[in-house]
Nanobody, 123 residues
Framework: QVQLVESGGGLVQAGGSLRLTCAASGRTFSRYAMGWFRQAPGKEREFVAAITWSTGVAVYADSVKGRFTISSDNDKNTVYLQMNRLKAEDTAVYYC????????????????WGQGTQVTVSS
């Protein structure tokens, strides 16, 4: 069993920054990558970024590339999402997730999820 807890969300003005944190605990057996997804009201949950745990290779959605940075601290079992130059369309609940699959951009391949943290960007 694994527990994922997100933190760091909040209300910010367009152009501002936030740093999200995902703390993992319990069993992380078979973990291949950690990812961030987001879901706006009435919308489908979408991929944001992911990082391969063993190598640190990162992948980003086109909508956030150049603005967001995913990173990890393996000793602390923690993953981060630094979000810069935020836009109103970034407003969503952000979820941390774990996958044992190489298909790290697919939400259907993730088998553990956090509770989510709200990010609201005003304009």
């Amino acid at each position: 069993q694994v527990q994922l807890v997100e933190s760091g969300g909040g209300l910010v003005q367009a152009g501002g920054s936030l740093r999200l944190t995902c703390a993992a605990s319990g069993r992380t057996f078979s973990r291949y990558a950690m990812g961030w997804f987001r879901q706006a009201p009435g919308k489908e949950r979408e991929f944001v970024a992911a990082i391969t745990w063993s190598t640190g290779v990162a992948v980003y959605a086109d909508s956030v590339k150049g603005r967001f940075t995913i990173s990890s601290d393996n000793d602390k079992n923690t993953v981060y999402l630094q979000m810069n130059r935020l836009k109103a369309e970034d407003t969503a609940v952000y979820y941390c997730a774990k996958t044992g699959s190489v298909y790290i951009q697919s939400k259907y391949r993730y088998d553990a999820w956090g509770q989510g943290t709200q990010v609201t960007v005003s304009s």
